[in-house]
């Protein structure tokens, strides 16, 4: 009976350990960051640099860059004005401060409320993620620049960021 | 009753493998019309000086993409690099047929990336030369 029971509490906490295991890497763990969905906002987004996860950046921080677009890091990134809105309201929608930001909330542990943070490398989170990376590996020159993140998570135009 | 719709069927599908080429050549179209405009002596598009205008360095932009090469690279149809790092799909239309067929995507393009490289935005028959290069690639 004893064996019963032991086997079953066993198979209970395996479950139990996968079950969170995987909630954890579907949502807002340090792995996952849920990828854009909107086709316009990826393509778009995406024209230059990699569509980096709406969840990187509180809606303040959005908001100044769809403000900027046309000194966008110094580069002109303007869209037309009907572009612009359906780009704002799907980053507004899933900003990591948003309601449907799929658990992103903790990434911005350390950023100040009254800051909106342009950029997504120099968030506390992002800084202490990377602090083990060698300076070598930065100016390895298929990594180019820290917006690269392909160069190094293989996996992350689909929202998987593990240590690669 | 059914014959109309047969023969429309038929002619759609015989114009459907040039679905691919008809935009391209709206878009070249247009920036016929645009540069004869800007210049009655307009005489035709030439790969010759789009290859030119693509392989050339250029002052007036930025120092870091002073051609279209810093990006695109030296070989058209191999894949391209933006400054960030991220791929660029070759830009010869035989290796990337849907290439220069969305008109605003086209000049979206052009806009941006002439302003970066020539600090200016090109002329229609710069479009139009750039595009007859690509055309031959």
Known sequence: MTTVIRSIVVGAVLFAAGAVMLSRAKAGSDEFFPPVTDPLTRQECGGCHMAFPAGLLPARSWQKVMGELDNHFGDDASVDAATARQINTYLMAHAADSAGNGGMHRWLRGVSAAAAPQRITELPKWVREHREVARSDWTRKEVASKANCVACHVDAERGYFEDD | ?137
């Not at chain 2, 645009?34 to 598009?45: I, N, S, T, V, Y």
């Not at chain 2, 693509?54 to 690279?73: N, V």
């Not at chain 2, 035989?94 to 490289?117: D, H, I, L, M």
Request: with cysteine; aromatic share 8%; proline share 6%.
């Open chain 2, 1 to 137: 009753m059914q014959r109309p719709l047969i023969v429309m069927f038929l002619a759609a599908l015989a114009a459907m493998p040039a679905a691919n080429a008809a935009p391209r050549d709206d878009i070249l179209a247009g920036y016929a019309a645009q540069a004869k405009a800007d210049d009655a002596a307009f005489g035709g598009f030439s790969a010759t000086r789009g290859e030119a205008l693509y392989r050339d360095r250029h002052g007036g932009g930025k120092p870091d993409t002073s051609s279209c090469t810093s990006c695109h690279g030296d070989k058209t149809r191999a894949a391209g690099r933006t400054p960030v790092g991220k791929a660029i799909d070759p830009v010869a239309v035989s290796v990337a047929p849907t290439r220069y067929t969305e008109p605003a995507k086209v000049e979206k393009w052009f806009r941006r990336n002439c302003r970066e490289v020539l600090g200016r935005e090109c002329t229609a028959r710069e479009k139009g030369d750039w595009l007859a290069f690509m055309m031959t690639q």
